[in-house]
């Protein structure tokens, strides 16, 4: 699973970083209990696609597992789920912090899978020289819908959200 750890700079002081795009208790109260996501990642060597899943929710954390999808007769079947992981809402929220002196922000339109939705695009200069990109759609607090890193105009790797169970399903 490709996350946004190791995207936002751990050594940034407080106060240097730009306002993340959700609270922690907006994410919170879209993470509840039977939300899932599903996620393509591209990378030169091929595509692969999984699904987050939140096993357990309480005000505190949440645990959650990844379970690979493969397609099948053109549907998408779940393969054998991964081990959980437990995270605070804090923890998720700040997967979203990067540092003022290498990252800029701005307002965006974007047509995507899940539809046209409005966000934050953070665009994220690395030490290597490479660029990460993350939109954070405005209606779906969590990861970004989309996510990916280019080096000298390269893509190296691109992250999609292509479906997600809504509020009213869980």
């Known amino acids: 699973m490709l996350t946004l750890a190791g995207a936002a700079s751990a050594e940034a002081p407080k ?11 907006q994410i919170r109260d879209e993470w509840t209990r039977g939300f899932w996501l599903d996620t393509r990642v591209t990378t030169p060597e091929g595509t692969k696609s999984s699904r987050m899943e939140v096993v357990s ?13 493969s397609e099948v007769d053109g549907e998408m079947k779940p393969g054998e789920p991964g081990p959980t992981q437990t995270a605070t809402w804090e923890q998720l929220r700040d997967h979203a912090s990067f540092p003022q002196a290498s990252a800029e922000r701005q307002r965006e339109t974007r047509k995507t899978e899940l539809g046209e939705l409005e966000g934050w695009v953070y665009r994220v200069k690395g030490p290597d020289g490479s660029t990460s990109e993350f939109f954070f759609a405005d209606r779906y607090p969590g990861p970004p819908v989309s996510y990916g890193r280019a080096m000298e105009g390269k893509r190296m790797f691109r992250v999609e959200q292509f479906a997600r169970s809504t509020h009213s399903d869980h």
């Open 15 to 25: 106060g240097e970083t730009l306002p993340t795009p959700y609270t922690a208790e």
């Open 57 to 69: 929710w309480s005000e505190a954390q949440v645990e959650m597992r990844e379970v690979p999808l």
